[in-house]
């Protein structure tokens, strides 16, 4: 009875400790945001023309890499398009088109022409979180790129951007330090 007991208890604890593992997943994926900062809006920043430019580094904090971009958001009421076009130091191009559903919740839905999983963003205060998926093509493997793109309004016209990057494994592959500047008002 008493070893029952024991085995009982190290069960009980060892179910709490994996739900408080769980939880604290789950506390990762929130976003912090500034209560004193201009509140964003997602329909009112990505609207029109914005630049960009950013810094990539890879997961030892190395950099990597560069890039400038423009953007152009397009709005009917809560449904948006945005356009974004990227140079990269080496000369590389791209470019990618966002559907996006602003919702009444204080989210948003957002999917890319190559993202293979894109999640509910989130807006609150001055911040936007968009967690979403690339399948990328890798000597001659395509693997599952998550990505979190976390932005923080700063002021009505300028944004700074942190975009991590993970493997299927949950190694960081490589982290954008991001800056959005509105272009004309």
Request: net charge neutral.
């Amino acid at each position: 009875m008493k070893k029952l007991f024991t085995i009982t208890l190290i069960l009980s604890l060892s179910s709490c400790s994996y739900f408080d593992f769980l939880k604290s997943q789950d506390k990762e994926k929130e976003i912090s945001f500034l209560e004193m900062a201009p509140k964003v809006d997602l329909k009112q920043f990505f609207r029109g023309e914005i630049e960009s430019f950013a810094i990539i580094k890879d997961g030892n904090d190395k950099i990597i890499g560069s890039y400038t971009g423009t953007m152009r958001g397009e709005w009917d009421e809560n449904k948006g398009v945005l356009k974004q076009n990227f140079l990269y130091n080496d000369g590389k191009r791209d470019n990618r088109t966002w559907l996006i559903t602003d919702n009444v919740d204080g989210t948003f839905s957002a999917v890319g022409h190559d993202v293979v999983e894109s999640e509910t963003g989130k807006q609150i205060g001055n911040a936007i979180q968009m967690p979403y998926s690339f399948a990328v093509l890798e000597n001659g493997v395509k693997q599952k790129i998550r990505y979190e793109d976390n932005f923080y309004l700063v002021d009505s016209s300028s944004m700074i951007g942190v975009s991590v990057a993970k493997s299927s494994r949950g190694d960081v592959v490589s982290k954008s330090l991001i800056s959005l500047k509105k272009v004309g008002k």
